[in-house]
């Protein structure tokens, strides 16, 4: 079975600060894997992905993610917060069809 | 485009109520997907189409709960009697295909409150 595990709920940073959400998975296969953001009252956002090939992905708004296969993991990075990061960001994985697992969530928060 | 278009944005309806959530997907694409997103449970996937046709509503909660895709262009999630635990975000998402879920576009969501 398929599984995501993002082990932090809530995490406050400083503008310009760097920013790292984790995320663990569990899956029988090669897993295609995803970040997405949930501004409030919005829906989610594709920032990146990936499917194969070069295990550093570049996505949008200055996100990027590193594919672990050994640590199965897929963190978030963001070098220099700005305010407007500030919003829900969920970790998913799946496989190339069918339905995605998605985790529970990091509520990121912003301070000036 | 427009996106993928849901409506209402909010719903407030008293328990026993029947109600009806609906989703116009992006043009073209070929699946669509309806979640429901809580506090408790997170992203939970309810069924998902491709091409008009439901692939799998194994997350449907209940008989309560039905899903509907009548044309490439409108789809319908039904609750039916309504009940306060059903009070939830429900998202409905399209996607080009899912051959390699390359990218589900998400609607804003309606947020339903059951009384």
């Known amino acids: 079975a398929q599984s995501v595990t993002q082990p932090d709920i809530h995490i406050t940073v400083s503008e310009g600060a760097s920013l790292e959400l984790r995320c663990n998975y569990s899956?029988?296969?090669?897993?295609?894997l995803f970040w997405y953001v949930q501004s409030p009252g919005q829906g989610l956002q594709l920032l990146l992905k990936?499917?194969?090939?070069?295990?550093l992905v570049q996505g949008i708004k200055g996100f990027e993610a590193e594919f672990k296969r050994s640590q199965s993991s897929f963190n978030l990075r963001k070098p220099s917060v700005h305010w407007s990061d500030a919003a829900e960001y969920f970790c998913?994985?799946?496989?190339?069809?069918?339905?995605?697992?998605f985790g529970a969530g990091t509520q990121v928060v912003v301070t000036p | 485009d427009a996106g993928v278009i849901q409506s209402p944005r909010h719903e407030v309806t008293e328990m026993g109520q029947e109600v009806t959530l609906r989703c116009k997907p992006i043009?073209?694409?070929?699946?669509l997907f309806w979640y429901r997103q809580t506090m408790m449970r997170g992203l939970e996937l309810l069924i998902y189409?491709?091409?008009?046709?439901?692939?799998?509503d194994s997350g449907m909660p209940e008989d309560r709960f039905s899903a509907k895709m009548p044309n490439a262009s409108f789809s319908t999630l039904k609750i039916q009697p309504s009940e306060p635990r059903d009070s939830a975000v429900y998202f409905c998402?399209?996607?080009?295909?899912?051959?390699?879920?390359?990218?589900?576009?998400f609607g804003s969501g309606t947020q339903l409150s059951v009384l």
């Open positions: 998402a399209s996607s080009p295909r899912t051959a390699r879920n390359e990218k589900l576009f």
């Open positions: 899956y029988g296969a090669t897993p295609y």
């Open positions: 990936y499917f194969s090939g070069d295990t």
């Open positions: 998913a994985v799946g496989g190339s069809w069918g339905k995605l697992q």
């Open positions: 043009s073209g694409h070929d699946y």
């Open positions: 189409f491709n091409n008009n046709v439901p692939i799998d």
